[in-house]
């Protein structure tokens, strides 16, 4: 089992500039969770998905924030324009449904400049 | 969903059992306690999950009062590696994993 596979693990971008995160969940999980991790916040959920489709996305700070599950093995994260405030890790994580835990990916950390 | 309070430091000797302590009064009947770890950056690792009994597994044990408003995480021994953020999560029913500030644990030598 390879674990929650997330891409890219760095980026760095300019401020504007569209950037989109990747996560492929460890198959056979059907829920799916984005995560953002400042020093300031902490681990904050930004949204979550149960069989494709997003139930929570209440924590999505913005609307130039998006997620996406086009199918079970897909997620993306798209932050569209960036901005220097958006700069933190972003996790992944997925999950067979309750009450099995959550497995976490190594994450995307942002850097928009 | 039911919050969760830890003490935002503790220290351990290596060597010696280490008592993060977790509490959760609001918890619902059917609402798990979850704990994780994280070392620096690196994604959160599952560590322990209950329900109303005691849990061990490889890593820990997990101790829940009988009224289930606190639990305790135990690392029996341990290490200068076990050094890390220790959360407590009390899983929502409608699936949200809410992450709380958690305990930073340093085990000293």
């Known amino acids: 089992d390879a674990g929650v596979i997330q891409s890219p693990r760095h980026e760095v971008t300019e401020m504007g500039q569209e950037v989109t995160l990747r996560c492929k969940p460890i198959?056979?999980?059907?829920?799916l969770f984005w995560y953002r991790q400042t020093m300031m916040r902490g681990l904050e959920l930004l949204i979550y998905f149960n069989n494709n489709v997003p139930i929570d996305d209440s924590g999505m700070p913005e609307d130039r924030f998006s997620a996406k599950m086009p199918n079970a093995s897909f997620s993306t994260l798209k932050i569209q324009p960036s901005e220097p405030r958006d700069s933190a890790v972003y996790f992944c994580?997925?999950?067979?449904?309750?009450?099995?835990?959550?497995?976490f990916g190594n994450g995307t950390r942002l850097t928009v400049t | 969903d039911a919050k969760t309070t830890q003490p935002p430091s503790m220290d351990c000797a290596e060597g010696r059992a280490a008592n993060l302590p977790c509490n959760h009064s609001t918890i619902s009947g059917n609402e798990y306690v979850y704990w994780y770890r994280q070392i620096h950056s690196q994604g959160p690792q599952y560590i322990i999950h209950?329900?109303?009994n005691n849990e061990t597994n490889e890593m820990a044990s997990l101790i829940i009062t009988e009224d289930r408003k606190s639990s305790t995480l135990i690392l029996p021994h341990a290490t200068l590696r076990d050094t890390a953020v220790y959360y407590c999560?009390?899983?929502?029913?409608?699936?949200?994993?809410?992450f709380g500030t958690g305990t930073s644990l340093t085990v000293i030598p």
């Open positions: 209950g329900l109303k």
């Open positions: 999560i009390v899983r929502g029913t409608g699936n949200q994993f809410y």
């Open positions: 198959s056979g999980h059907n829920s």
């Open positions: 994580a997925s999950s067979h449904g309750q009450p099995s835990p959550l497995h």
